[in-house]
């Protein structure tokens, strides 16, 4: 267990299960999440879906924020935390407590991540995220930053100013601080791996391989679980 | 040496040596007379020479008007619902209050972190938790805390057009009706308001004088803080 007062310091036993995925953008861990939920829901699990700034009351304000560029770290990091908080308490916990599977595209360890690049002490983050409910099994998706940045660049996006991490002042140019920003939240991610024991996964391998590879760690937390009637409509 | 020392972690990119002005907080129940009194405090210091500058609780251009919606709504969790207030707090710490303490300013603050605190706690929330969240805050040079009884808030509240919902503690609800409601969810977030008092240090006023007691009360208290800083107040050239 973690240090005292802050997140994992509490353990709570629902029936369900919760699998988080973690990594930087473009390490594939949203392609790997949707095609385990299509196999578990194949196989019968009821399964929830969590998105990470997905509160419907919260997002209005986060984008406002965004828009205006008014978000400091502290406040990034607090809008954030009342979104996530706001799923535990009305999706995640409920759905656990129905014996449903959880699937989170990104979990308290994006937060962990980015707000401590940006400034916000480590521990005062963890502690804010006290409240959240610990994983079954996180998993985060390694990939090395050149791999990464080559997925996401050659697609020629249009980077936002907060995803490219530019209110850090880190370059002038987007997709120089985007590099920058990258680099810096997989040097944190990095740390997190032994501090919370996440599973590693190998996101440079084929989809198909990875996902052979993640269905048997889910496998083995499911043998009690009830399925069969949940199958999809 | 630092005007103010902050709770606990700070903020990211403040120092607290750069802030000259005063950060001066009025807590207190709903009805206590608050805002009359800081009325009251803003034309007495202007009177004196000081800049004054006020704010108080959801208030931020950030988040006010999330914090309306989902309370009409009452579809916010109730821990999201503190941190909620919590960024709406931090934007108002960081855009209003840092600002005007840096340009010298007398804040004055029509509730603060303790309010937030106490509403949390009632609620639920775990005390040691929520004064973690808030331990960015600046530490206020001081705290005047304007206490009545229970009795007399439901007065107060009566006769200023009745118990409001959210002050009634009717999302928990504490009560059989509105009233039962008012009287123990004020009475709670009281006793938690007395335990913050002691531990930070509040000043504790009786507010159930007449408002122009009150106001010397609270004026007496406030210059006696100023002065203390060793900065003068600008003579009135018609006196003396």
Do not use: C
């Not at chain 1, 521990?123 to 099994?137: D, E, G, I, N």
């Not at chain 2, 008092?197 to 159930?208: K, L, M, N, V």
């Amino acid at each position: 267990m973690n240090e005292a007062g802050t997140y994992g310091s509490q353990s709570q036993s629902y029936p369900g299960r919760l699998f988080i995925v973690e990594g930087i953008d473009g390490s594939g861990k949203s392609t790997q999440l949707t095609l385990l939920a299509q196999w578990l829901r194949s196989e019968g699990f009821p399964v929830v879906f969590s998105e990470w700034n997905s509160s419907p009351i919260v997002k209005k304000t986060t984008s406002r924020g965004k828009k205006g560029r008014v978000l400091t770290p502290l406040t990034f990091s607090l809008i954030h935390a009342t979104d996530f908080s706001d799923r535990v308490e009305r999706e995640i916990i409920p759905s656990l407590k129905a014996g449903a599977i959880v699937l989170a595209d990104r979990y308290v360890y994006t937060a962990f991540a980015r707000d401590v690049v940006r400034g916000v002490p480590p521990r005062w983050v963890r502690s804010l995220y006290r409240f959240a409910v610990m994983p079954t099994q996180a998993f985060y998706f390694r990939v090395p930053l050149e791999v990464a940045l080559r997925r996401i660049l050659s697609a020629r996006p249009k980077l936002k100013h907060y995803e490219a991490g530019m209110d850090l002042a880190l370059a002038g140019d987007l997709s120089e601080s985007y590099k920058l920003f990258q680099s810096r939240i997989l040097d944190e991610y990095e740390r997190l791996v032994p501090e919370y024991g996440l599973t590693v996964m190998d996101a440079t391998k084929p989809v198909e391989t990875q996902q052979r590879a993640l269905r048997r760690h889910i496998k083995s937390h499911l043998s009690e679980m009830r399925r069969g009637r949940y199958a999809e409509v | 040496m630092p005007k103010f020392d902050s709770l606990g972690t700070g903020i990211p990119g403040v120092s607290p040596e750069e802030l000259s002005g005063w950060l001066i907080v009025i807590e207190g129940t709903d009805g206590v007379g608050r805002s009359t009194q800081i009325n009251r405090l803003r034309a007495h210091l202007e009177r004196l020479g000081y800049a004054v500058a006020e704010t108080g609780l959801s208030r931020s251009d950030l988040a006010s008007k999330g914090i309306r919606r989902a309370k009409q709504g009452n579809t916010l969790g109730s821990n999201a619902f503190n941190l909620f207030y919590a960024t709406d707090f931090a934007d108002r710490l960081e855009h209003q209050i840092i600002p005007a303490l840096r340009s010298g300013f007398v804040m004055l603050t029509d509730r603060y972190v303790y309010s937030l605190i106490a509403r949390a706690i009632v609620r639920g929330a775990d005390p040691d938790w929520i004064k973690q969240v808030y331990s960015f805050s600046l530490k206020p040079d001081a705290v005047l805390y304007l206490r009545l009884e229970v009795p007399e808030l439901a007065q107060r509240a009566l006769a200023t057009g009745g118990f409001d919902y959210w002050e009634s503690g009717m999302d928990l609800p504490m009560g059989e009706d509105i009233y039962d409601s008012f009287m123990n969810y004020q009475s709670r977030v009281i006793e938690e308001l007395d335990k913050l008092a002691r531990e930070y240090g509040f000043q504790t006023i009786d507010a159930s004088r007449d408002i122009d007691s009150n106001a010397e009360d609270l004026a007496r208290r406030v210059e006696a803080v100023l002065a203390a800083s060793g900065r003068d107040p600008v003579l009135n050239p018609f006196e003396r």
